[in-house]
């Protein structure tokens, strides 16, 4: 066996570098590792709607898995008055020591009172987390319109439309602005790239709107075409958003890796979701130079589940799964990810968004003892 500290991608820094005492020894995915001394602290931040109730379904499934992780948790809150510049400064000072968090939806009001910024946005401004990463894939057992589904969303959320720079220039008219800059727009093409490059990808498609917004997504589309001719082994296209759009319907086949900025991002993320299930079961993460947050694909609170036992877990189990391997915790990764699969898989336990009628509970309890009952490779 072999001690681990991994970097995924060049251009970002990725590794965990843990305290001496988390190092682990990393053994085959078969067999498991020896149990270790000391465990990795994740920050947990639970979010608002349903997120409690999932950040409960990874804590029961972590328990029975007997996996090393250790939770700083913290209660971020817009909506339940539970938020705070001195609570985010807690929760990124936890990130900050601990590199890695896994999170929920933190719920933006639409009401403005008196700031523009968010503390979603603040939290990932902070971080400079720059590049979220979704990987649409089609859950084995589980058919849709298109099956065996496999493209990976790629998008830029520290500028764009969502920089909080609004005013009304005169009553009535407000303006809004979209930042677009070389630097950061040639920082997630590059991220794509090496994303594409490590992960054995063939093609990169960047998503844009530059024949209305010529200087703009111009820009955005400048920097990807310089940055593609560096990687000259990974295939290079462009195509409009609202093309993609279409496309993504009617074929989402022709796709690989899509890189995009801010919004578009954000509205990709959630069609594509829908082309495998839903919200409930397409994993996320986001990457700054030195930080990973694992979270939902398509980010929604769900509020009108809260408390119901309904939400589907899927999603924030494979999230905390892709955490583990994060963490070179490949063997414990494995066996959460497999076990989740494996009772999708079965059909026998669905909640009510994959047409079933299992609650929050049932799919829980089931992959738990799926974890139990590990079938012996």
């Not at 400079?128 to 859950?139: C, P």
């Not at 830029?156 to 005013?167: A, F, I, N, R, W």
């Not at 093609?203 to 955005?220: C, E, Q, S, W």
């Amino acid at each position: 066996c072999l001690i681990f500290i991994i970097s995924m991608f060049p251009s970002v820094s990725l590794a965990v570098t843990p305290n001496p005492q988390h190092q682990r020894r990393l053994c085959s995915s078969e067999n498991p590792p020896p149990r270790a001394d000391s465990t990795f602290k994740v920050t947990m931040v639970p979010g608002d709607g349903v997120g409690p109730e999932l950040m409960m379904a990874v804590k029961d499934v972590f328990k029975a898995g007997d996996i090393p992780v250790e939770f700083d948790e913290f209660h971020l809150s817009e909506v339940q008055n539970m938020a705070s510049d001195e609570k985010l400064e807690q929760v990124l000072t936890s990130m900050r020591n601990n590199k890695v968090a896994i999170k929920g939806k933190i719920h933006t009001p639409m009401e403005y009172k008196g700031e523009l910024a968010s503390f979603e946005m603040k939290l990932r401004r902070k971080l400079d987390l720059f590049a979220n990463v979704v990987h649409v894939n089609s859950l084995p057992g589980y058919s849709t319109r298109h099956n065996n589904l496999d493209l990976v969303i790629i998008r830029e959320q520290t500028e764009g439309e969502y920089s909080s720079l609004e005013h009304e220039s005169v009553t009535g008219v407000i303006e809004c602005l979209k930042i677009i800059t070389r630097e950061k727009s040639r920082r997630i093409a590059k991220f794509a790239f090496d994303y594409a490059t490590k992960k054995g990808r063939n093609k990169v498609t960047a998503v844009h709107k530059a024949n209305i917004m010529k200087l703009g997504d111009g820009l955005f589309l400048q920097s990807c075409a310089e940055v593609a001719q560096l990687y000259p082994k990974i295939k290079y296209e462009n195509i409009i958003i609202d093309n993609c759009c279409m496309q993504l319907v009617q074929n989402p086949y022709q796709f690989d890796v899509l890189v995009m900025p801010n919004l578009y991002g954000n509205i990709i993320d959630n069609l594509a979701a829908g082309l495998v299930g839903g919200a409930g079961v397409v994993p996320g993460e986001s990457y700054s130079a030195e930080y990973a947050v694992f979270e939902t694909g398509a980010r929604h609170p769900f509020a009108q589940a809260v408390g119901r036992n309904i939400a589907n877990p899927t999603a924030m189990l494979l999230s905390a799964a892709n955490m583990l391997r994060h963490l070179n915790l490949e063997y414990h990764s494995q066996m959460v990810s497999d076990a989740v699969k494996r009772v999708v898989k079965q059909g026998k336990v669905r909640t009510r968004d994959l047409g079933g009628y299992s609650t929050t509970g049932d799919l829980v309890n089931a992959v738990v003892d799926n974890l139990r009952h590990k079938p012996v490779h």
